[in-house]
């Protein structure tokens, strides 16, 4: 990493701590003011979210960046389109169906843009730009205990996309099937507890992406691959959240990623069976509408 680059890292470091410290303060300055929390969301709410973690670069590298963010945001509960939120798995959705059962709609996912350069499998090869996902879910509610528990499982399809922020271009599919349980009001602490395990399965292309070597990045510990569809892995996470009051809450969470048997665990970019990445985060709310969503 060059010496801006090293500058740009501090800056963002120090911004989200900045966030964090200020979010902070203004949490427990309120947390006297505002109403005690009950079922009702603001239709709407606009305010600030920062994350903060060790992540790894890509699925089985072996190697973990520390990353940091801080982002407006906003929070949108139509009765079709939701964007943002907890309750939406933060993501734009349009909620095609829904009842007590079942949920159908469309979410996004998102990646972090990788320096090859700092990676030491990768060094001297592209680097991997910033991936985003789009695509349907089906939503099973297992257990559905509003205000208390829920286990759902999800069926998730879909279509992936890097971007460099200059051009976009189309990196394949993937189908993860994902079990979801989050468990409000445990301990005396009144947290929320969540958790998601699931397989990832993705086609060539994206496959492709994080694993091909081609023939003039081949060094004598690097041999040339070329990465077949299946399966990618499983991700584990495990997390818990505060709400300090209606306007401030804190998240703390791991996410482990198992790739034993996946298909490419020959490419020399596939360096560990086991991954392990930990995160922190923030949402703090400083603008609510009066009206509540239904």
């Known amino acids: 990493m060059n010496r801006a680059s090293q500058i740009a890292a501090i800056h963002r470091h120090v ?16 947390s006297k003011e505002v ?14 979210g920062g994350f903060a973690g060790s992540i790894p670069d890509y699925p089985a ?70 991936l985003f996902g789009i695509g349907p879910q089906l939503i099973f509610k ?25 051009s976009i271009n189309h990196r394949g599919y993937v189908f993860n099937p994902e079990f979801n349980y989050t468990q409000k009001h445990v301990t005396d ?12 399965f993705a086609t060539k292309k994206l496959m492709d992406y994080f694993y091909e070597v081609d023939e003039r990045y081949v060094t004598p510990s690097r041999q040339a691959y070329d990465a077949d569809a299946g399966y990618l892995g499983t991700n584990i996470t495990l997390g818990v959240s505060k709400r300090f009051n209606n306007r401030f809450r804190l998240i703390l969470g791991t996410r482990l990623g198992l790739h034993h048997g996946a298909t490419n665990d020959d490419s020399p970019l596939f360096k560990e069976k086991l991954n392990l990445g930990v995160f922190t985060a923030f949402i703090w709310s400083f603008k609510q509408s009066e009206l509540p969503a239904r």
């Open 142 to 166: 297992l257990v559905n205990e509003p205000g208390h528990r829920m286990l759902n499982l999800n069926l998730q399809v879909r279509s992936i996309y890097s971007t460099d922020f200059s």
């Open 15 to 30: 911004l989200m701590l900045a966030f964090i410290v200020f979010g902070l303060e203004q949490a427990f300055a309120e």
């Open 61 to 130: 590298a072996g190697q973990n960046t520390f990353r940091a963010l801080a982002l407006p945001y906003l929070i949108y509960r139509g009765d079709f389109l939701r964007v943002g939120g907890e309750e939406n798995r933060g993501a734009i959705s349009g909620r095609f169906i829904k009842n007590d059962r079942f949920e159908l709609d469309l979410s996004l996912s998102a990646a972090f843009p990788v320096d090859s350069g700092s990676n030491r499998a990768r060094r001297d090869m592209p680097d991997l730009d910033f």
């Open 35 to 48: 109403k005690p929390l009950d079922n009702a969301k603001p239709l709407w709410e606009a305010g600030v």
């Open 189 to 200: 602490l009144d947290l929320k507890v969540f958790a998601s395990a699931g397989p990832i």
